[in-house]
């Protein structure tokens, strides 16, 4: 098995002192961007692959 770490995938979001659920990390307008950011950034790479 192997690894390779997707730098542009990788975010810090603010969810320390917060109460989210699912829908409200995807309704979120600052986490919702960035998590689809990461989701493209993924699927680039693996198609690279």
Do not use: N
């Not at 997707?6 to 002192?17: H, N, W």
């Not at 109460?19 to 993924?42: C, G, N, Q, R, W």
């Amino acid at each position: 098995m192997s690894v390779r770490i997707v730098d542009e995938a990788c975010i810090t979001t603010p969810l320390l002192g917060f109460y989210f659920d699912e829908d409200s990390i995807v309704k979120h307008p600052v986490i919702m961007p960035a998590l689809l950011t990461v989701l493209d950034s993924l699927k680039r790479s693996v198609h690279k692959t």
